[in-house]
């Protein structure tokens, strides 16, 4: 130790000066240290699941109050990239409390899957790992999904279902629509597993127009298709007088004769002049209204939908076209789902006077068009090829365009940074979603989008198939992808299978996987038929069932024809599952058929939904069975009534479990239900 | 100069949209004293969805006659509607689109008038919302059931009730099916008529049904009893 280290003076004590200064940075301080428990401490789950256990304290007397833990709580699927913290607040989504109650302590309603499988903004966005309603529920600055509407919830499933199912009817419309209103003729909506969404219009071929239709139908007809049939679904172009006109002189320069424009129809004068009432007639017997409507005096459609509209055909076709075209429409259009009926001189005057006589005098009375010039038909061209026309129709000299509309792959995740909203919109997906479909032009005069006539819940389908294709759902693991039941390319060969397209078979039935569903599926009709009655039925198709509508048209088959399609039925249409001799026909004898009687009567009554005997039977539902035992065979007969959903999957008949007796017997009496001599049926 | 085109348009723009903010309340010119129902009640739609049909009201005058320019408001818990205000036309009727909301269940719908003398004359009117569960009957129901549970047929769907006795019930008869405990419709439904001593009629679903796609129906039934159903337990305030 040295002089110099000599104690310094003592440190005077503190003013108050500085005692208030420490004091308000220490208060400071730990203020800044509260916050976040205090944060914590008056978070909205906290809250709620106090108010939560309030209401389970008086309903459940404590014992859910004891066995609930405190705190955040967190459905995490890692495979999914899943943390979702909703049940920190909506606590009773198992439905633990008694009775009834508000939001958010509702119980979920059931749905197919558990709630931890895919937690809730896989189906209902919003954002999963937040803690306040306002972040969780609503758009924020770093979050732009906020809930999705009720009314679109279907997307949700449709992220992973990609084929039609019970519960999801939005779902199933919007997708049936994305394909029957064309809109992927334009857009790629490719699914998430490959493939693409196809378009399922058929829009007609214009490459021979003008065979078909005048100018000015085509005039009036883009300007406004539905003034033409109310049913049309060709969009609305929102044209002017001029576009129109230059685009209708387009469309006539650039038609070429069809392969059938020189046929001759041979009406002859020996015809009698067609009348009306036997022409009404014939329309009725050839089951035209199985798939085309015609407007009534009410305003009603009657009819199917299958092919288009003809209350005003009248006034849109010529007249030797329409007659070329019931003579054989595969001429002038060789994809069309028209069957080539095999209709006589005779008839075809009778029906297309009939037709023709369907139209509407003012629907042309105020088209006056100038003179197509070169430069009318140019422009119209020009136009044709701007506004995509060929990305449907086929059309001489304009290629269909490539990309031509955004890709809706990803629709249902677009970033809203992306999107360009109309002024005065809500700025959300899925109003802009809604908004384009419903009036695309509202966002800009030049787009090139045209209006489709949709009702508003058709507007809401569309989105709801719309906003099923996310990101997330573009990239799910391929377990969880569930396809739609896939056409097959199935087409039946041979002479058979020529006479089959020639007379479009699979316009209405499927067979192996291919086809409509109009009709029932063939796939296994020779299984399940005997032989005279098949040529009987194609010969002359009466109805099975007394309720129904749409029926099998008469084709007026040559008897060389009936054979070949009967002998290509009976031997290539066989299901596998079923064996001949199953069912041992000794076995089938009338003490049988008298015991089959009296299960059908008594212990099943099924003349509840089947007539037996048209005296004294009335039911309505299931094809009648008065001569069922000239119609099918025994052996799918008894399969039938064993397992009916194992022949054909989704049939209304229930499967009564049957016993193999009730069954065989059940078969012995059906198989005495025969048609009485003469043709009785 | 582009300074200049910017405040012109802003100057455009702004009464423009000032026009656009809030909806003008209407006035009621004239005014009955009773509200009635002309069409749109007990619509069946999901959750979330617009109903089909619009809602459409009438308003009468003390002498019976319908009243022109009555106000007429729509409101309901959790419901939306276009408009939600309207003055009766000339046939002294007002009419709405209703959406539902979130839940499934029954949603009143309350039309209301200004009477003349002061005072309000409401209607109450019922518009059912169908969860997961119930649509997935609906679709069961029409599928399968509807031929014979319904009596009203269409032209591809012929009615079969009027063909069956004893009839069976409407799925919206209430009066008889909401004493049925869900146990005894599933037991039903499963097993049919002849399973439970009652009419063969009924066949059984239970080799045809999923348990899933019965408890489905079930839930549908309940859904469009008309009186409402009541699930049996206590009631507890919300």
């Known amino acids: 130790m040295d002089d110099n280290d000599k104690p310094g003076p003592l440190r005077s004590r503190p003013t108050l000066r500085e005692l208030t200064a420490f004091g308000v940075v220490s208060a400071a301080l730990l203020l800044s240290l509260a916050i976040a428990p205090a944060k914590n401490y008056f978070s909205d789950w906290r809250h709620f699941q106090k108010e939560y256990l309030n209401i389970a304290g008086q309903r459940q007397s404590g014992t859910l109050v004891r066995s609930f833990h405190s705190g955040i709580r967190q459905i995490w699927v890692p495979k999914l990239g899943v943390v979702d913290r909703c049940e920190s607040c909506h606590v009773n989504l198992e439905g633990a409390l008694l009775g009834s109650t508000a939001q958010p302590f509702r119980k979920h309603p059931p749905i197919p899957h558990t709630l931890d499988e895919f937690g809730c903004a896989f189906c209902h966005r919003g954002q999963g790992p937040a803690t306040s309603v306002e972040e969780a529920h609503y758009t924020t600055e770093a979050w732009e999904q906020p809930l999705l509407p009720a009314r679109y919830l279907e997307s949700g499933c449709g992220q992973c279902h990609l084929g039609p199912m019970e519960g999801t009817p939005g779902l199933n419309d919007g997708r049936k629509l994305l394909s029957t209103m064309g809109c992927a003729h334009c857009h790629i909506v490719k699914q998430p597993d490959g493939n693409l969404l196809k378009p399922d219009d058929n829009p007609p071929p214009l490459m021979h127009i003008a065979e078909k239709t005048s100018r000015e139908w085509i005039y009036a007809w883009i300007k406004n298709p539905q003034a033409y049939a109310a049913s049309a679904t060709m969009p609305n172009f929102q044209l002017s007088d001029q576009d129109a006109a230059d685009i209708s002189a387009f469309l006539m320069a650039q038609s070429t004769a069809s392969s059938a424009a020189h046929t001759p129809i041979n009406l002859g004068a020996r015809t009698p002049p067609p009348d009306a009432t036997q022409a009404a007639a014939l329309y009725g017997a050839l089951f035209c209204s199985s798939c085309h409507a015609v407007q009534n005096a009410a305003g009603n459609l009657v009819g199917g939908n299958f092919g288009p509209e003809l209350t005003r055909v009248g006034s849109k076709v010529n007249p030797d076209w329409l007659q070329r075209w019931l003579n054989n429409p595969a001429g002038y259009e060789p994809g069309t789902r028209m069957p080539h009926y095999r209709l006589d001189a005779q008839q075809i005057g009778q029906l297309s006077s009939f037709l023709m006589n369907k139209k509407d005098d003012d629907f042309l009375a105020n088209v006056h068009l100038p003179p197509a010039t070169a430069d009318s038909v140019a422009h119209g061209k020009k136009l044709v090829t701007e506004d995509g026309c060929a990305a449907c129709h086929q059309i001489n000299g304009v290629n269909p365009p490539q990309n031509f509309a955004p890709d809706l792959t990803r629709v249902g995740s677009r970033a809203l940074a992306q999107v360009v909203f109309a002024p005065g919109m809500k700025h959300n997906l899925p109003d802009y979603v809604v908004a384009k479909i419903r009036d695309p032009r509202s966002f800009g005069p030049a787009l090139k989008m045209p209006k489709f006539t949709l009702t508003n819940q058709q507007v809401d389908a569309l989105a709801t198939a719309l906003l099923a294709q996310t990101d997330r759902a573009a990239g799910l693991p391929e377990e969880l992808v569930t396809s739609a039941a896939r056409t097959t390319n199935y087409h039946p060969g041979g002479d058979a299978g020529r006479l089959m397209e020639d007379l479009r078979c699979r316009s209405c039935h499927a067979i192996n996987g291919n086809g409509g569903d109009m009709a029932p599926d063939l796939s296994w009709e020779g299984s399940a038929v005997q032989r005279a009655w098949l040529e009987d039925f194609l010969k002359n198709p009466n109805t099975l069932r007394p309720a129904l509508i749409r029926r099998m048209p008469k084709f007026n088959l040559t008897p060389g024809e009936i054979k070949t399609l009967s002998d290509y039925i009976l031997s290539a249409y066989q299901s596998p599952g079923l064996d001949a001799q199953t069912v041992d026909p000794h076995a089938l004898d009338a003490a049988a058929a008298g015991r089959g009687k009296q299960l059908f009567y008594s212990r099943y009554q099924c003349q509840s939904c089947h007539i037996a005997d048209y005296k004294n039977d009335k039911g309505y539902v299931g094809p009648a069975l008065a001569s069922v035992g000239n119609r099918l065979t025994p052996a799918w007969m008894y399969k039938w009534l064993k397992d009916p959903n194992a022949l054909r999957a989704g049939t209304l008949m229930p499967n009564f479990s049957l016993k193999d007796d009730e069954a065989r017997d059940l078969t012995a009496f059906l198989m005495t239900l025969k048609a009485k001599q003469g043709g009785g049926k | ?238």
Request: proline share 6%.
């Open chain 2, 1 to 238: 100069m582009k300074l200049l085109h910017i405040t012109v348009l802003a100057s455009l723009a702004l009464p423009a949209g000032c026009r656009h903010s809030g909806p003008q309340p209407l006035e009621p010119k004239a005014y009955g004293t009773q509200i009635i129902e002309v069409s749109g009640s007990k619509q069946i739609a999901q959750v979330g969805s617009t109903l089909a049909q619009p809602v459409v009201v009438q308003v009468n005058g003390a002498d019976g006659n319908p009243v022109t320019n009555a106000l007429v408001t729509f409101r309901g818990e959790g419901m939306q509607f276009t408009p939600a205000q309207a003055l009766t036309d000339s046939s002294g009727q007002a009419s709405t689109t209703a959406q539902l909301g979130f839940e499934a269940g029954d949603y009143q719908l309350t039309a209301e008038t200004t009477k003349s003398g002061g005072g309000r004359a409401t209607l109450n009117l019922r518009e059912i919302a169908l969860g997961y569960e119930q649509t997935l009957g609906q679709a069961v129901n029409e599928k399968y059931c509807i031929r014979c549970h319904d009596s009203e047929s269409t032209p591809e769907r012929v009615s079969n009730l009027d063909n069956l006795s004893p009839a069976p019930h409407q799925f919206t008869d209430g009066a008889a099916l909401n004493r049925m405990a869900d146990a005894d419709l599933t037991n039903m439904i499963a097993n049919g008529g002849l399973g439970l001593g009652k009419s063969p009629q009924m066949p059984a679903y239970r080799a045809t049904l999923k348990q899933a796609e019965i408890k489905a129906v079930i839930a549908y039934i309940r859904a469009v009893a008309d009186p409402p159903y009541q699930a049996p337990g206590v009631k507890y305030g919300k």
